[in-house]
Each structure stands twice: as structure tokens, then as C-alpha cells.
């Protein structure tokens, strides 16, 4: 089950998911080589590792060796992030130039409530945008719906620090942005502000409006049972 996890032995074990698109689909924005070693290597290594890691904390649970049990939390944080977070971002990518990058025509309802909430559209992707160039070492930046009360909500801007994931209760990643230099610096080099002004010609408001309209769980739906 691609992206998902699978059931063997009783633990739950997880797969890269396939792109939605070509490895070479989001250039000249991000590269063909930057998405191949993204996805291919660095996505699958969190994949990987955390199934290690998910294997190895079964182990400690069966053996109730609580020392070994604590030791694989730290692992299973980073590496469960890791892979929640990709699977995330690389479906709010898309092709520029496509229908699914329009933000006014894909997005009407988000556009509103961020024009609502940060005065402008513009004044959005200028706050969004500093809090990704303001990340100190490797992190996430991420659009996040926060509910407030049980029938209503609000916009907030996050970044988190290396792979943590936004999993808070009540929250709903709408989208985010990959802040590690893996993600761009084969083709920008120390440019992060170039990458960051690039990204915002790939992202796909189609997804992003779903996740807007949707719930926790559906946001997080391929990957709830690691939840």
C-alpha cells in the first residue's frame, strides 16, 4: 500500500509514496535531481528508519524493557516527522503554471480567510515567507488551521525545528514548505531566498483549499494510524 502502512506480523510497516507527478515536473523550479534525491533517498531514509525504529520499540514493549522502549521515542519522532512531513509537502507541490497553482481560482475560500486574517495576499506571502528565511539551521514552515472553538478556527503561520511534524490536537496542516537544505541547495546553493521565492510558483492551492475545507483527519488520512 503505497504511502501507507501495511500489516505485517502485526506492526505496521511504511512505504514511500509515489509522486504525484514526475520527477522533472516542478522545474525550472526545483530540479529533476533535487526531487529524485529528495523523494528517492532522503524520504525513504526516514521511511526506513522508522520502521527500524517502530520494530525495535515492539521489541521493548514485548521484552518490557522500558530504558530500550524510552530510547526509540527520539527516532521514532524524528523519523515518523520526516515521513509525514514529505508526504505532506510533496502533495502540495504541483506543475506551475496549472490550474492547481492558481491560488484566486483554486482556493477561492483559503485566499478569502488569509485576505481576512493577514490583511492581503501579498502580506501573507511576506510573512510566510520571513518566517521560512527566519529558520534557524533545518525546519518546516507551515500554514497551519487552528481550531479555537468547536465551529470555529484560525490561520496561524508555524515553523517547526527539524522533522517535528504539526500532529497537535486541533490542528490541520494546510501546507508546508521543506526548510533543509536538501531540498534545495543542489540547484540554489546558499540562495535559500531565491528557492523561497520560487516555491510559491509550485504550490498546489487545489490540495491546499481541501485541507483548508477539511478536517484533522483528513489531512492526515493515509497516515492515521501512525497518529
Same mark, same amino acid.
Not at 515521513?83 to 506543475?95: D, E, Q, R, T
Given at each position: 500500500?503505497?504511502?501507507?502502512?501495511?500489516?505485517?506480523?502485526?506492526?505496521?510497516?511504511?512505504?514511500?509514496?509515489?509522486?504525484?507527478?514526475?520527477?522533472?515536473?516542478?522545474?525550472?523550479?526545483?530540479?529533476?535531481?533535487?526531487?529524485?534525491?529528495?523523494?528517492?533517498?532522503?524520504?525513504?531514509?526516514?521511511?526506513?528508519?522508522?520502521?527500524?525504529?517502530?520494530?525495535?520499540?515492539?521489541?521493548?514493549?514485548?521484552?518490557?524493557?522500558?530504558?530500550?522502549?524510552?530510547?526509540?521515542?527520539?527516532?521514532?519522532?524524528?523519523?515518523?516527522?520526516?515521513?509525514?512531513?514529505?508526504?505532506?509537502?510533496?502533495?502540495?507541490?504541483?506543475?506551475?503554471?496549472?490550474?492547481?497553482?492558481?491560488?484566486?481560482?483554486?482556493?477561492?475560500?483559503?485566499?478569502?480567510?488569509?485576505?481576512?486574517?493577514?490583511?492581503?495576499?501579498?502580506?501573507?506571502? $511576506?510573512?510566510?515567507?520571513?518566517?521560512?528565511?527566519?529558520?534557524?539551521?533545518?525546519?518546516?514552515?507551515?500554514?497551519?488551521?487552528?481550531?479555537?472553538?468547536?465551529?470555529?478556527?484560525?490561520?496561524?503561520?508555524?515553523?517547526?525545528?527539524?522533522?517535528?511534524?504539526?500532529?497537535?490536537?486541533?490542528?490541520?496542516?494546510?501546507?508546508?514548505?521543506?526548510?533543509?537544505?536538501?531540498?534545495?541547495?543542489?540547484?540554489?546553493?546558499?540562495?535559500?531566498?531565491?528557492?523561497?521565492?520560487?516555491?510559491?510558483?509550485?504550490?498546489?492551492?487545489?490540495?491546499?483549499?481541501?485541507?483548508?475545507?477539511?478536517?484533522?483527519?483528513?489531512?492526515?488520512?493515509?497516515? $492515521?494510524?501512525?497518529?
Amino acid at each position: 500500500m503505497t504511502g501507507n502502512a501495511t500489516t505485517m506480523s502485526g506492526l505496521a510497516t511504511y512505504t514511500l509514496p509515489q509522486l504525484p507527478y514526475a520527477y522533472n515536473a516542478l522545474e525550472p523550479y526545483i530540479s529533476a535531481q533535487i526531487m529524485e534525491l529528495h523523494h528517492s533517498k532522503h524520504h525513504q531514509t526516514y521511511v526506513t528508519n522508522l520502521n527500524n525504529a517502530l520494530q525495535a520499540h515492539v521489541a521493548a514493549i514485548t521484552s518490557n524493557d522500558i530504558p530500550a522502549q524510552i530510547a526509540q521515542q527520539p527516532a521514532i519522532k524524528f523519523n515518523g516527522g520526516g515521513h509525514i512531513n514529505h508526504s505532506l509537502f510533496w502533495k502540495n507541490l504541483a506543475p506551475a503554471d496549472t490550474p492547481e497553482t492558481n491560488h484566486s481560482e483554486a482556493a477561492p475560500l483559503l485566499v478569502a480567510e488569509i485576505e481576512k486574517t493577514f490583511g492581503s495576499f501579498d502580506g501573507f506571502k $511576506k510573512a510566510f515567507s520571513a518566517a521560512l528565511l527566519g529558520i534557524q539551521g533545518s525546519g518546516w514552515g507551515w500554514l497551519v488551521k487552528e481550531s479555537t472553538s468547536e465551529n470555529s478556527s484560525r490561520l496561524r503561520i508555524v515553523t517547526t525545528k527539524d522533522q517535528d511534524p504539526v500532529v497537535g490536537s486541533g490542528e490541520v496542516p494546510v501546507f508546508g514548505v521543506d526548510m533543509w537544505e536538501h531540498a534545495y541547495y543542489l540547484q540554489y546553493l546558499n540562495g535559500k531566498a531565491a528557492y523561497v521565492e520560487n516555491i510559491w510558483k509550485v504550490i498546489n492551492w487545489k490540495t491546499v483549499e481541501g485541507r483548508f475545507q477539511g478536517s484533522r483527519e483528513d489531512a492526515f488520512a493515509a497516515l $492515521k494510524a501512525l497518529l
